[in-house]
Nanobody, 115 residues
Framework: QVQLVESGGGLVQSGGSLRLSCAASGFTFRTYRMSWYRQAPGLERELVATITSGGSTNYADSVKGRFTISRDNAKNTVYLQMNSLEPEDTAVYYC?????????WGQGTQVTVSS
């Protein structure tokens, strides 16, 4: 079955960096659009970044210029490099893929940015 496993979260000071990873299995990874979402306490889950099968990327305005999404099709892994982190980036970050129009989510990884 389709599975996504995130890793790389943690506690970092404002201005610091983290790289999240999402290992995928159960589908032909290289042919699917992959996305990162995040959800802060009390808020709705929001789209952070997307990368298509061809490598085109899109970002939420709040992270443009600071975050970079990338993929390694040989490793079935999508990454989110997060630089210049701000306390407002504190959230649980989730990896997402829609296979046959059915969304699959990972378990999430907590990112906490201290001021």
């Amino acid at each position: 079955q389709v599975q996504l496993v995130e890793s790389g979260g943690g506690l970092v000071q404002s201005g610091g960096s983290l790289r999240l990873s999402c290992a995928a299995s159960g589908f032909t990874f290289r042919t699917y659009r992959m996305s990162w979402y995040r959800q802060a306490p009390g808020l709705e889950r929001e789209l952070v970044a997307t990368i298509t099968s061809g490598g085109s990327t899109n970002y939420a305005d709040s992270v443009k210029g600071r975050f970079t999404i990338s993929r390694d099709n040989a490793k079935n892994t999508v990454y989110l490099q997060m630089n210049s982190l701000e306390p407002e980036d504190t959230a649980v970050y989730y990896c997402n893929v829609n296979v046959l129009a059915r969304p699959t989510w990972g378990q999430g990884t907590q990112v906490t940015v201290s001021s």
